[in-house]
């Protein structure tokens, strides 16, 4: 499978925008890539994906390299809501449809 | 408002005693899953279900049984809990989509306790 590196924790301001970086360099041509997060006591929490194009939706933006090998959501204005754990997962349709969580980017963000 | 749902939300039992987890969803999803989430480990799939009368084991399934009689239902059977099984549980369903790519929807998680 397709592994996904991300930092361990990141900072931001309220108010500010959020650069949350994900490496994949050995993603495939059919991977998708996911993004969810988690905000503490609750379930994962779809976010984005894409495939090729960079995406954007009333939660965030994707931005994803040309080589695939790396892709970026941006949140555009950083809320204390949305310190949250932060998952980028690549997926390709097998049937079985798992999402493989690593540690994620714990997001902190400050008032 | 579309959702899943689990009962309980908490739960301490013994070891030994059996029980069942229920999750529900309203989205008439076909595809429905659990995960267990533990600490240093992310989020591990137990078991799937593609539709009604299908499921399949996932990464963690040893100690878990499920069943899909409908849809939109999708319970999780401890026949006999024992302590390893504290975990945070968490069903998930999503529509399967032929381009590959989907969402999956969460529950909001059950806090199980076996002492």
């Known amino acids: 499978d397709a592994k996904t590196t991300q930092p361990n924790s990141m900072e931001s301001n309220e108010e500010e925008p959020v650069h949350l970086p994900c490496n994949h360099s050995t993603i495939s041509g059919t991977d998708y890539i996911h993004w969810y997060r988690q905000l503490p006591s609750q379930g994962p929490e779809y976010v984005i994906h894409?495939?090729?194009s960079n995406v954007n939706n009333r939660m965030a933006s994707l931005a994803i390299a040309e080589d695939r090998k790396s892709s970026t959501l941006i949140l555009h204005r950083a809320t204390l809501r949305d310190a949250a754990v932060y998952y980028c997962i690549l997926t390709f349709f097998s049937g079985n449809t798992p999402l493989v969580f690593g540690k994620g980017t714990r997001l902190s963000v400050i008032a | 408002e579309a959702q899943v749902t689990q009962n309980p939300r908490y739960l301490i039992t013994v070891t030994g005693k059996k029980l069942t987890v229920t999750c529900s969803q309203n989205?008439?999803?076909?595809?429905m899953s659990w995960y267990r989430q533990d600490p240093g480990l992310g989020l591990r799939q137990i078991y799937y279900s593609m539709n009604v009368e299908v499921t399949d084991k996932g990464d963690v399934p040893e100690g878990y049984k499920v069943s899909r009689k409908e849809k939109r239902n999708f319970p999780l059977i401890l026949e006999s809990p024992s302590p390893n099984q504290t975990s945070l549980y968490f069903c998930?369903?999503?529509?399967?989509?032929?381009?590959?790519?989907?969402?999956?929807?969460f529950g909001p998680g059950t806090r199980l306790t076996v002492t």
């Open positions: 998930a369903s999503s529509s399967h989509r032929p381009d590959r790519s989907y969402e999956q929807y």
């Open positions: 894409g495939l090729t």
């Open positions: 989205m008439n999803h076909e595809y």
